[in-house]
């Protein structure tokens, strides 16, 4: 009997396999190990396979797209509601089968391999920028409880780091100053390491068209342009760009029942990545915006009559549409854009 739809429950070593044939009926049932994955696919005629959107999914989607199958990526929560009792590898499998055919389904766009490695750079950035955090945090405190303290910033940290540079200093003891010494040196290590990758994702910014466009935008700069450019593979599955606010999380979570709408806090869902480079971008727009607020009509008013970190994730919101029009488009953003109503 011929396979037309297959589930694919993917993992590390050990893959689940559920397929039907036309009238729906159980084909195939099997474990198979890494290795077997493909030698098994090679064999059959072209069909559908479902893999849930996970690690290492865009991979197995591009090496089975290359042998002639149709291969669609579902977010793992929309699958879940085929799941049957018990979760198992099984299950799993025979409910992405089942959840591959509905015609309301919701399928996430593969990334080349190209994609994926621009947004490991900036994924490498954020990971580096954390631990970078958890040092300044740790020499702060660590001299805090020698009673060596200075302000908040890059130039108290540049102090703290002379304090500890020193070779002589009577509140810092030598055990405290070789351990603090190897803290810095580590946020050294750090700094030079993050230029580093932020000139590859500048170079990266100002060869790709469609990222210098998204950079005319108030508020997003090289980063944000070039993740927001790297992430979104085709704007045309977003129907407006509303959709793409939503997709990001940029839009209140409803609560609503029997007729009556209740909207709560922004829904958080989608790549909260791009929706922390948006609001960070806001924020730093608002600060400009305060200080000319002749130019920023629009945000003036609503600062009037709306907290300050609501204007942001509102003004966070427009900047994500006006990406998605951009994105559609050859246009650039009018430097004007926050007159509008």
Known sequence: MQITTIGLDIAKNVFQVHGIDGEERVVVRKQLRRGQVLRFFEELSPCLVGLEACATSHYWARELTKLGHEVRLMPAKDVKAYLKRNKNDAADA????EAVRRPTMRFVQVKS????????QHRARDLLMHQRTQLINAIRSHLAELGIIAPQGREGVKELLAIVAKDAN???PNDARASLLVLAAQL?????????????IVVQHRANKQSKRLQTIPGIGPIGASAIAA???NPKIFRSGRDFAAWIGLVPRQM???GKPKLGPISKQGDRYLRRLLVVGAVSTLRRAKQNPQKCPWVTRLLARRPYKVVAVALANKMARIAWA?????????SAWFAAA
């Open 113 to 120: 391999a190209e994609q994926q490695a621009q947004l490991m």
């Open 188 to 200: 050294q290590a750090l700094q030079t390491t993050i230029g580093a990758i932020e000139k590859r």
């Open 256 to 258: 609503s029942t029997g």
């Open 326 to 334: 951009l994105l559609n488009s050859d246009k650039t953003c009018r």
């Open 231 to 233: 992430t979104v593979t």
């Open 170 to 172: 009577p509140g810092l």
């Open 94 to 97: 025979e409910a992405i089968c």
